[in-house]
């Protein structure tokens, strides 16, 4: 048994009322089962109950046994000196508080196909453990449900957009900019467009906006893939060698410090994806007058906002993936799905964090909004959801979707999922009774 199951049976009224009682058989009655808290003190707050017509206010305090109250050493603790109410699986002791009175004890009975239920769920060998049960559930509990998750998802993207609003001294053009570098090394260089970011501040490159030859200097001198003998065949390369010759001026200028060029991955990438042609896609971008970030709140298409973003490399780049060496000539463009990657998890976060700074609903509402409005992603956790015969029809949904599955299911959080509790609570006979002996 879990003690977090009978926290669950205790919130939700998924016991047998009629059997609370005290030593003497008076009928206890719920009032209220309180707030639940999940931090340190007792398992919920500022509950009532009725005994003998006596009505208590005060916390409850929830173990598997009633000796786990010593265990755990709370009678030592003042901080429960406050319980009304000891809820136990087993009384196999009497148990008191730090001013010596005896806790009001009683067992918990409830239907075992709940905790059956549970146990499926917990062991089940699927990552979304509910996958043969969840399209059963009423649409609009899921959909409610999915709703909050792509809040909570958000307020989690956040907490780390607003450590880059304090280190970048509450600049929002220099945090997009990071965050927007961040999400343009699409998973296998993302560390290295972070370190870029960092290394090059938005406030130089502003100042060769109307220059994409000088930003790309900028953005390949600091990336330290100007340096020699990265790209043998670019030595007699006349681009290459006058973005070096460039660089030597700015980085003087400006005290740049180049990363080291080998950090940069180039193997197991589709030449398309090599950080030389996103280098140049990212200077594109970043060339636009006062300011991309600017350029995103002024936007109120979804349509707008993402031309943005499916820009080209620049003219050298149709004919080569890397310096020196020359390619079959087609033209390095950010597609729609790549831009529909930076947009989710780049743009509309920010844009939302802007809003919840500004304390402006009309921002957060247009991100997500503007969310709504996105294909939903393909990927191997919005597959899993397709098998489970979830479809999500937005970037909205497949975002709910992957924060539902990485916080929830991977984690076996299903006491705290609302899928999850309205499965456990709907119980289910398990054909092996023996699976009631596996502990998650």
């Known amino acids: 048994m879990k003690e977090e199951f009978l926290h669950y049976l205790w919130k939700y009224g998924l016991y047998d009322q009629d059997r609370l009682s005290d030593t003497e058989r008076n009928k206890i009655i719920v009032l209220d089962p309180g707030e639940y808290n999940q931090d340190s003190g007792p398992d919920f707050f500022n509950a009532r109950i009725s005994v003998g017509g006596t009505v208590w206010a005060g916390n409850v305090e929830i173990h598997v046994k009633s000796s786990h109250f010593d265990i755990h050493g709370h009678q030592h603790d003042p901080a429960f000196n406050n319980v009304i109410l000891h809820i136990v699986a087993e009384n196999d002791k009497r148990v008191f508080n730090e001013r010596g009175e005896e806790l009001l004890t009683t067992e918990i009975s409830f239907d075992p196909s709940y905790y059956e239920k549970y146990i499926f769920l917990v062991n089940n060998p699927y990552i979304i453990a509910c996958q043969d049960d969840v399209n059963k559930l009423d649409n609009v509990l899921v959909r409610h449900w999915l709703t909050t998750l792509v809040i909570e998802r958000f307020q989690k993207k956040s907490e780390s957009i607003l450590k880059i609003f304090a280190e970048t001294g509450n600049d929002w053009e220099e945090t997009f900019y990071r965050v927007l570098s961040r999400y343009f090394g699409f998973r296998v260089n993302t560390e290295p467009f972070e370190m870029l970011a960092t290394a090059l501040p938005f406030r130089i490159i502003r100042k060769h906006s109307d220059s994409i030859f000088q930003i790309e200097t900028l953005l390949f001198g600091t990336a330290g893939l100007l340096e020699t003998g990265l790209f043998k065949e670019a030595l007699s390369d006349d681009y290459y060698v006058n973005l070096n010759k460039e660089y030597t001026i700015l980085a ?189």
């Open 252 to 440: 003087a200028k400006y005290s740049l410090q180049p990363l080291h060029g080998w950090i940069w991955k180039f193997s197991r990438l589709r030449p398309s994806n090599f950080p030389t042609v996103r280098l140049s896609q990212l200077a594109s971008m970043l060339s636009v007058a006062g300011g991309l970030f600017s350029r995103v709140l002024e936007g109120t298409d979804i349509q707008h906002i993402k031309s943005l973003f499916e820009v080209s490399a620049s003219e050298y780049w149709n004919e080569h993936f890397v310096f020196g060496k020359k390619s079959r000539k087609s033209i390095k463009n950010i597609g729609s799905q790549a831009a529909d990657i930076l947009l989710i998890n780049a743009v509309i976060p920010s844009l939302f964090v802007y809003g919840l700074s500004r304390d402006s609903s009309d921002i957060t509402e247009r991100a997500l909004f503007f969310l709504e409005n996105i294909a939903a992603e393909e990927n191997i956790v919005i597959a899993e959801w397709k098998n489970a015969g979830i479809i999500p029809d937005s970037a909205f949904y497949s975002q709910a979707l992957i924060q539902l599955r990485n916080e929830y299911c991977k984690k076996r959080k299903c006491l705290n999922c609302r899928i999850g509790t309205k499965i456990i609570s709907k119980g289910k006979k398990l054909k092996d009774m023996e699976e009631l002996l596996l502990e998650p």
